[in-house]
């Protein structure tokens, strides 16, 4: 990252977070790859939920021509995945792909647009490059013109997240996005939630947490929090505004949880419930569901940063302003829009990258009990009597997994070389997504330990020196219990994020790797007693 001051002070913080931000403010969008301007215009849009007081009759709305007067793009619930990452096609998500979005839809809009990250852009779950992943994912915002950065709880475990750059000193971005957290008697009033003008209509956004949730709890004990208070406390605090627009997001995992804030923001005015929870009551939900005769909606965005919301703000020829929602994919072919903010992300995904090898974090990356008694020797060990096996692994990608990422400098990033290597281990978390750790004897770098490289034979078959050592006492796993071994370990990393086909092709990625196109007769040349 670019030398920037950087200090952190302990904040209190409530159930409703907020970010105090300065505003300014796309036609329609929609999950296909994106097309002309021009093209995409004329495209057919779903029906548009209308704000203003006096209703439309479906003849009216037919008849009168509408202009896009501005939009708001919402995204969050990234969880620390801020590039297109695994082993399908086509690799969906990354801020390359959503600067390129927000310039096509500042095109459109003259300018007016309002970028709003809605909170946990970040997974909390400890590891050591989410410090420079906090100062990256903030510059980036900065950079595409984002006004403002509300917060999540996994995004306040990160004192980079919540720190002040600068206190208005050098260093400090233009314009500001430093998050506001403010305690209860701000709740009143003042800066408790986000406030903007868009086209004479005020817009209010706030984001907030569980107050049930062990992620909210642990808060409170790490004197980050004053108090949470529950959804319906909060808002009832609040002066009712009929008049604003709402923009609530928050991670609906129970139904209970959206009634809750439904039922909150019935006396507040029209709303839009963003929920990032990504599968919401196990389900993923990309169209607009309608809440209540507000008018109001709850919009779903792809976690992980797969897809953004957009809000288009449209005006009719009697000045009368509707809303239309519509889901965008980040697809491939963002890539190759013409984007003037997106060399920019590249730029600081290259000083985040350069941050996280010079910080040494995969080094020092937290270890943890070896998985057995054995230890990793790579991939060579196993030449002397599985020469035919490790011929046929050769030819598979897994053999070549390091040489990928070192082709394009993420071969130092521990988010990324854990499922590229040998001796790593995913364990269950407290946070929002399993932790990540280096088992003693895995792999440290590419080059202290380069024989440790690519998807070895241990991946699979466990750590092998005692095998090595002794063959024939020491067995690894047999065929019996291989089909579960391999299962376990290879979902590790083929799981729903990285490779959403697995579970229903399982079969056919097993085939891939196990060894079927090598005769039996020289799979072990070694005599076995």
Known sequence: MRPRSIRFDRLAVLTVL???????????????????????????????????RAMLTPEEAASL????????????????????????????????????????????????????????????????????????????????????LLLGDTDMTVPAMTADFGGGGPGTPVPPINVVLGERSDLVGRSSVLDALLRNRRVRVATVLDPAAP????????????????????????????????????????????????????????????????????????????????????????????????????????????????????????????SKSRPLVEETLGFYLDTVSERNYLDTFPTTAPSSEATYVGKFRCIACHQAIYDDYEKTSHAHALGTLEKINYARDPECIRCHVVGWQRLPSAGSVDAWFREPSGFVNP???????????????????????????????????????????????????????????????FEMVNHHEVPTDVRTPMKQK
């Open 447 to 509: 080059d202290k330990t380069r024989h440790l490289g690519g998807v070895g034979c241990e991946v699979c078959h466990g750590p092998g020196s005692l095998h090595v050592a002794n063959p024939i006492e020491y067995r690894m796993f047999s065929s019996k219990d291989g089909i579960t071994a391999w299962k376990r370990r290879c979902m590790t990393c083929h799981d729903a994020d990285n490779s959403p086909n697995f579970v229903t092709h399982e079969d056919w990625y």
């Open 18 to 52: 907020l970010a105090t931000l300065a505003l300014g403010f796309g036609s329609c969008g929609d999950d296909r790859p994106p097309v002309s301007p021009t093209a995409e215009a004329e495209a057919p849009c779903p029906p548009e939920v209308d704000m203003s």
């Open 65 to 148: 021509k509408q202009r896009v007067a501005g939009s708001i793009v919402l995204t969050g619930g990234h969880l620390g995945k801020h590039k297109p990452c695994g082993c399908t096609q086509p690799q969906m998500g990354g801020v390359e792909r959503l600067a390129a979005l927000y310039d096509r839809l500042a095109e459109r809009a003259g300018g007016n647009v309002l970028g709003l990250a809605l909170g946990w852009v970040l997974a909390g779950n400890g590891e050591p490059q989410e410090e420079a992943k906090a100062e990256f994912i903030r510059e980036v915002f900065t950079t595409l013109g984002f006004r403002g």
């Open 215 to 338: 992620a909210a709890r642990s808060l409170k004990l790490q004197e980050l929090a004053l108090e949470v208070l529950g959804i319906t406390t909060a808002f009832n605090q609040m002066k009712p505004d009929p008049d604003a627009l709402w923009i609530v997001a928050a991670r609906l995992f129970e139904r209970e949880q959206y009634d809750a804030l439904r039922t909150a923001l019935k006396g507040q005015g029209p709303a839009i419930i963003v929920d990032l929870s990504g599968a919401m009551w196990g389900q993923e939900v990309t169209e607009p569901q309608p809440i209540d005769k507000n008018l109001s909606l709850l919009v779903s965005v792809d976690d992980k940063g797969k897809g953004a919301g957009v809000l288009d703000i449209l005006v009719d020829e009697r000045g009368r302003q509707s809303i239309r929602y519509r889901h965008y994919r980040l697809r491939p072919a963002y890539d190759e829009m013409e």
